[in-house]
């Protein structure tokens, strides 16, 4: 049963992937990813009401033991963002439904979207490294399809330093684990916290450390290694963009969070040190450079980058306040980011273009989408009571409470400049009127196109809402989710299976043969 | 051995490196596979080096007998090379189609998705 709900996720969208590639000719395809997209976010929940109920559930692949089979873990960081993720696939499955045009189906569209969530899914369950790199592997080879997908001469170019860049961060990465499993001996995670603070060389494990930060710091885009991303994340189509822009970087923050709160903790002083500082460049680098840029994705795009070093920032400080500040603006950044991606390609629709000087006239013309943009817009830039106001409260607050005034002023600095850029966007593309002198009225799409791109846009910003009048029981959930992280032990006795009274709890609902950790 | 494998592995290493640092993406791509390899190679030798012991199981025991090659790292660096192919082809691919459509190989040249050094 708990091997069942872990495998789900992971299993249901490389199933999807498989039917939706071979009806990739037929026009049904993208309604069967839609209902593979429904039907992971029910795993999901499925998923997450499992581990509300249980706490950590673990589930050994193959029957084979912790430590030497792969085993799949479910703790809330990680339930959390697997169902984020389901939710994210979810909006821009019912986007793509609009945006994408069928030459581009016909190309595989579907599959390689369902195998990027697969990807992306399995990171956040793993509980073995190398795993992890696998999966890794899958979601930058989905990525790599996606990005270059119809052919244009932006797209190939991206492309180009996209693949190229991220290519070598793996390779570094895979160089990290290579050693690490020289050092230990062992690559499940759980196994690893106790190896790596028992190993003799403590220098080499930092080194190593240092390899596995350089090779997440370039998926996470984190300062300065994030040059791949505003090269070519305003090239694809919307939906891809804003899947992208959602999830793909988040997988890279949270890998480093799973890594630096379970394995290497051996010099905090050292290794979150360098964090700290590494988060406070990333979040003034990226608002700086949104600040030079007049087109609409380019700015969303360098505003990733500044919202990383928040999360990293969280991460980096280390005490109980500041992680879970971290894991919750991992979640609002995720919905937020992706529905300001979706937003900017309905704009493109209707204004014909996503230049800000090329554009204008939305406010006038559809008030009801530029209400849509200010949701999300002021949410990234902290507003109340908005999502994105808690999260950076939280940040702030563990940062003044460490007494570090010079990270809580660029926070809120870099806050101020985010509204800077947002009313950028806000005045350029919706307040002056259309350089071209005509309304960018919402009839200058079909419905059949406008309506499915709507529908995301609005449960997104629903989202952001909720989350920010009733924040109680996300930030509930966040402060479970950074004990967890803060003291792994109830995460490692569950993979390592030495949690006796756990599996009589669970026992009666359970396979004997499926049975979470049970040793033979 | 030990030795001559880090040399080995150092070697790629910097070969991959002055490949990379050209502008031809070509040379890039061809740094790209020595690292690719010179990081398989540092996982193979993090096993440990056994000379002619092969894990196998002779016929009525249960496990190996005596000090046997570690397999793991073999069965790591079988996966890495796998995925290491299928991303290097996907790669080759994307430059050519690159070449086809920007007719450029140097990647200074390659200014289509990001402004270009001298403003219009």
Redesign the interface.
Known sequence: MMSWLLVMPIAIPFATAVVVYLLRMSPSGRWVSLFGSVLSLVASVALLVAVLEHGVIAAQMSNWDAPFGITLVADYLGVVMVVITAITGLATAIYALGEIPERVEKLGYHALFQTLIAGVTGAFLTGDVFNLYVWFEVMLISSFGLLVLGGSREQLDAGIKYVALNLVSTLVFLSGIGMLYGVTGTLNMADLREAVANAENQGLITVIAMLFMVGFGVKAAVFPLFFWLPASYHTPSFAVSAVFAGLLTKVGVYALMRMFTLVFVGDVGFTHEILIWVSALTMLTGVLGAAAQTDFRKILSFHIISQIGYMTLGLALYTPLAIMGGVFYLVHHIIVKANLFLVSGVANKLAGHTDLNRIGGLYKSSPFLAALFVIPAFSLAGFPPLSGFWAKYLIVKASIELDNWIIAFVALFVGLLTIFSMTKIWGMAFWKPHPDGYDPTPDRAPDHVRVPMMIPIVGLAAMTIVIGFFPEPFVQFAEVAATQLLDPTQYVETVLGARPEALFEVQPDIQPDAAPGVRP | MEALTALIIGLLVAGAVYL?LARN?MR?LFG?IL??N???L???????MTLGAPALVPYGAEAPLGEVGNA??QA?VL??IV?GF???A??LA??F??YR??RTMD?DK?????PKEERE
């Open positions: 990379m993406f890039f790209l690292l690719s010179a990081a398989n540092t996982i193979f030798a993090s096993g440990r793991l790292p790591l996966t890495a995925i299928g991303l290097l996907f790669t994307l430059a189609e690159a459509r920007l990647s390659m200014r289509y998705a990001e």
